[in-house]
């Protein structure tokens, strides 16, 4: 049985729970971790001071802003990462950080068990636990709103009885880090209706925007972010620009019907204004710094990349061997991408590299062409050999089919 346990600790009703759950009824020593991956509600200080009030015997917090978009964010940009070819997967990006930071606090201070506060019923179970567990085997780890059976009732009767404060929920269950913002439940439960306006609160609603079009310039090094109209940023700071700048003006919600690992369709709500501009504009450039070969295999690798990541295997090898590909084949990403930002629509205005495969003298109809035609006419003969010689072929038997027919 284990004796002390990690609690990934937010300081809403489940998790507060669960710190005196743990302590009365298991008899366990509980120290919590509350991580900042750039969460806009979160008041760290308050949720420290009330683990303590609730008797953890220690209490960590960490600013992982810096390690989240230097490690995580910046390899979705190199992968191109969605999952479904929609979704930014910015919840599931921080879950293996967030996982990589337990297990190394709970080694620090000797702990055989981590708990989390999932539900039985969503992929962060999946990818909390994969993850602890490829990390660690040793390390035992519990969701007690699953494993417990809790519901909201029992929560509500304890935290009364045991002095824990309970806050109205808020109407919808959300998720924040600097990457995005994911919304479920409540009127977005039922798909037949748009998403109101109440869900969203990084972005503005598209048919209330007031802010005037913006036009933005990025600048990327080897496949990442580097500068921002021209300012040389880290990513981070660039991420959290693009946020409010493109949030204002409608870019970013992404209404998502999504497969869960678990089985079930589920309604989110997404709000990832940053990431649907870096995103674009990442591709903007691939397209003209890498040739067809390379962008065919890109696509293939980076649909499987946002699979892994969103399936919680972001510890299996096999990512290891992709994200070799990605650094390779983002090598030649480098330049400037001019994007204008204007009442919910995001495009490309503008694209320019030192590596661009762009070659003016062989598109351009001008006088400046160079691309000699002639040669044109004795390739299409041999790539179409195939094809016209099958059509050929069977073009001659139907049209002896036909004959036959006719004469009966
Ligand atoms: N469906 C998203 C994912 O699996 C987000 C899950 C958390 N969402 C929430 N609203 N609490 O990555």
């Not at 070969?293 to 890109?298: Q, R």
Request: net charge negative; proline share 3%; charged share 25%.
């Amino acid at each position: 049985m284990a004796k002390r346990a990690l609690l990934l600790y937010s300081g809403g009703l489940d998790t507060s729970v669960m710190l005196k759950m743990l302590q009365e009824k298991l008899g366990m020593d509980v120290l919590t971790l509350t991580l900042d991956i750039g969460q806009e509600e979160n008041d760290l200080k308050a949720i420290s001071g009330k683990a303590w009030d609730l008797g953890a015997t220690d209490v960590i917090t960490e600013d992982v802003k810096k390690k989240f978009a230097a490690e995580y964010i910046s390899r979705e940009i190199k992968s191109d990462g969605l999952y479904g070819g929609i979704y930014p997967l910015s919840t599931s990006i921080a879950r293996p950080l967030m996982s990589l930071e337990a297990v190394r606090f709970a080694e620090e201070y000797d702990c055989d068990l981590i708990v989390h506060g999932c539900t039985g019923k969503g992929n962060d179970q999946v990818r909390f636990e994969v993850s602890i567990k490829a990390l660690n085997d040793d390390i035992e780890v519990i969701a007690p709103v699953r494993d417990w059976g809790l519901n909201r009732d029992q929560e509500v009767e304890f935290a009364l009885a045991n002095n824990i404060p309970v806050k109205q929920g808020g109407k919808y269950s959300t998720d924040e880090n600097l990457w995005g913002r994911s919304v479920e439940g409540s009127d977005l439960e039922n798909p037949a209706f748009p998403v109101p306006d109440d869900a969203y609160s990084w972005v503005v609603p598209p048919h209330l925007v007031r802010e005037v079009k913006a036009e933005v310039q990025i600048g990327f090094s080897q496949g990442l972010p580097v500068t921002l109209n021209n300012e040389d940023l880290d990513i981070r700071h660039i991420v959290s620009r693009l946020n409010s700048i493109s949030g204002q003006r409608g870019i970013g919600g992404i209404d998502y019907l999504e497969d869960r690992v678990t089985g079930i369709k589920s309604r989110e709500f997404y709000e990832c204004p940053a990431a649907v501009v870096l995103l674009a504009a990442h591709k903007a450039l691939e397209r003209i710094t890498l040739n067809k070969e390379e962008m065919d295999i890109k696509k293939a690798m980076d649909a499987k990349w946002g699979d892994l990541v969103y399936n919680g295997l972001w510890f299996d090898p096999v990512m290891t061997h992709i994200n070799a590909f990605e650094e390779s084949v983002n090598e030649p990403i480098t330049g400037e991408v001019r994007l204008i930002l204007d009442k919910g629509l995001c495009s490309v205005a503008g694209i320019e590299s030192q590596n661009s495969l762009y070659n003016f003298e062989t598109s351009t109809y001008g006088k400046q062409d160079t691309f000699d035609q002639s040669m044109a006419k004795g390739f299409i003969s041999i790539f179409g050999n195939q094809t016209v010689n099958t059509a050929r072929v069977r073009n001659k038997k139907l049209e002896r089919i036909l004959s036959s027919k006719n004469q009966t």
